[in-house]
């Protein structure tokens, strides 16, 4: 008599309207993978990550799974964390030209992102109020795209009281984080006063607000630290980073983002890329964009330009310090600085990956930089970049296992945001 009730109810339940406007969120049981979990812990095979509203309720070997709990089964495969750019762009993605901010680039961008399994970006500059409606709104287990964390606009102010002005505007814009150039573009721009830039840093932690900083100079890097820069958004390029840079990244506990893809983007068109005929390149790229790049004459001039070839010869510089700071114990974030034309995101991410290994990072390090690492040194990890009960459940299926090689993060069986798969 009681079952047939409780038939009889759960028939009531589901056809009522008010079950169709509003499903439960359902628990889901991902079953039978190796999961690396983002921590410093050993790497689990045949583990369970149950989840639920969007979360992870537990995640290892022996979890129970509640009878009423979809199955997903994932033998044979290995998971990792959802990966986190700690320095990317999103809104102005259209061909090459770029410079189109519009709310429907942000979502295009953020599912870029994700059917790549970067289920996290933070922008660091040209977010507009799209960019802050999307990060506001995406608290919610129906979420199917790459989380995102704003830096608003790209400070450039001219006065020390521009300065504060500006940082005032960023609070009240409640961006994430606040944004300066302090470079000259190869010797071809001014590049902004230190008392400029310190103004800046000072109110912006007046205001409770972090501030990344784009360089190029070794010399820059270490004066901005002094005047308390909190992260460190690009590669020291010109020279060979040396102890006292080291040792002031260490105290003041500062992360240093990479982006040397950014940096092969500077050069790369010159020529074609082998990669312009990987179909997971293609498959989410503008086709018209690959023809324009393949032009002869677009790619010589490529060839021909001086700052090309400079950042070109630069790499291997940004690649060595990589190697030194995270052989010192410097947290490394990964970014890229995709987002702008001909940076492309998601399979730059990828690529990242695999200059960092290239550079003489282990898996190991290279997985922690692009999970764990980099949500802490965005503060984000209270939320994600380990699988861990609370967080979200943000994370990527993979064909094989990343630890044996790290290209084979690009083996991409599944993507799950909010333990949503995402569209790929
Ligand atoms: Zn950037």
Redesign the pocket.
Known sequence: MKSLLAAVTSLVILSSPVFNAQPPSPTKAFTGARVIDGTARAPVDNATILVRGGRIVAVGPAVTIPADAERVPLAGKTVIPGLVNA???VGNTVGLEGGKYSAENVQNDLRTYAAYGVTTVFS??DDQAASIAARDSQKTPALNRARLFVAGPVLAPKTVDEARKLVDEDAAMKVDIV?IRVDDNLGTTPKMAPEIYRAVIDQAHKKGLRVAV?LFYLEDAKQVLDAGADFI??SVRDVEVDDAFVAMLKRKDVCYCP?LM?EVSTFVYESTPSWFTDPLFLKHVDPKTVETLKQPARQEQMHSSKSAQRYKAQLPVASRNLKKLSDAGVTIAMGT?T??PARFQGYFELMELELMAKAGLTPQKVLASATRDAARCMKLDGEIGTLAANKWADFVVLDADPLADISNVKKISAVYVAGNAVAR
Do not use: N
């Open positions: 320095h990317g762009h660091l500059g944004k784009h958004a690009h982006t950014r600085d987002g702008p």
